[in-house]
T-cell receptor
Framework: AQSVTQLDSHVSVSEGTPVLLRCNYS??????LFWYVQHPNKGLQLLLK??????LVKGINGFEAEFKKSETSFHLTKPSAHMSDAAEYFC??????????FGTGTRLQVFP | ETGVTQSPTHLIKTRGQQVTLRCSSQ?????VSWYQQALGQGPQFIFQ???????GRGNFPPRFSGLQFPNYSSELNVNALELDDSALYLC??????????????FGPGTRLTVL
């Protein structure tokens, strides 16, 4: 069965500093992995997705993630945080259909 | 702008009642999935519909049911509401069926409170 584990429930950074949100996955086959962001009172927005092409995936708003099979990780990074990045972030794995399996989320706080 | 809309935005019901939530998918999207997001949790898959047929179900009891219509709209029905059904209900549409690489586009959700 597929699953994801988000290693931090909360991450706090200062504006302009790097962001690292950690995610490990478990999958019995080559997975499709996603990062979604959820701003308060808004729906989920896709940041990026990995589908067995390039292992370094670039997404919207300067985010990127690297698929590391040996470490079963798919960490999300951004070089410089912006106040508008404050939100809940979900690491997601897709099963062999397109049922999405979400992690428990990481709340990102950005301080000025 | 994803083009997925949901109604109503908020809803308050009492235990034992029935509720219908609605979703309008993006035009051309044949697949709709429904998710339940409890407070402080990640969304959980309820079920998926493809071309008006149920196409996969998560660990939810039969009192959760759905319909999909030819005009890209869909419904989630919940009977005999329980307090634990209080959550944000999200629908998501995607253009094709059964491909794990497809992007799903989410609506803003319906916040259901059961008293």
């Amino acid at each position: 069965a597929q699953s994801v584990t988000q290693l931090d429930s909360h991450v706090s950074v200062s504006e302009g500093t790097p962001v690292l949100l950690r995610c490990n996955y478990s999958s019995s086959y080559s997975p499709s992995l996603f990062w979604y962001v959820q701003h308060p009172n808004k729906g989920l927005q896709l940041l990026l997705k990995y589908t067995s092409a390039a292992t370094l995936v670039k997404g919207i708003n300067g985010f990127e993630a690297e698929f590391k099979k040996s470490e079963t990780s798919f960490h999300l990074t951004k070089p410089s945080a912006h106040m508008s990045d404050a939100a809940e972030y979900f690491c997601v794995v897709s099963d062999y259909t397109d049922k999405l399996i979400f992690g428990t989320g990481t709340r990102l706080q950005v301080f000025p | 702008e994803t083009g997925v809309t949901q109604s109503p935005t908020h809803l308050i019901k009492t235990r034992g009642q029935q509720v219908t939530l609605r979703c309008s998918s993006q035009s051309g999207h044949n697949t709709v999935s429904w998710y339940q997001q409890a407070l402080g949790q990640g969304p959980q898959f309820i079920f998926q519909y493809y071309r008006e047929e149920e196409n996969g179900r998560g660990n939810f009891p039969p009192r959760f049911s759905g319909l999909q219509f030819p005009n890209y709209s869909s419904e989630l029905n919940v009977n005999a509401l329980e307090l634990d059904d209080s959550a944000l209900y999200l629908c998501a549409s995607s253009p094709l069926q059964g491909r794990s690489t497809d992007t799903q586009y989410f609506g803003p959700g319906t916040r259901l409170t059961v008293l």
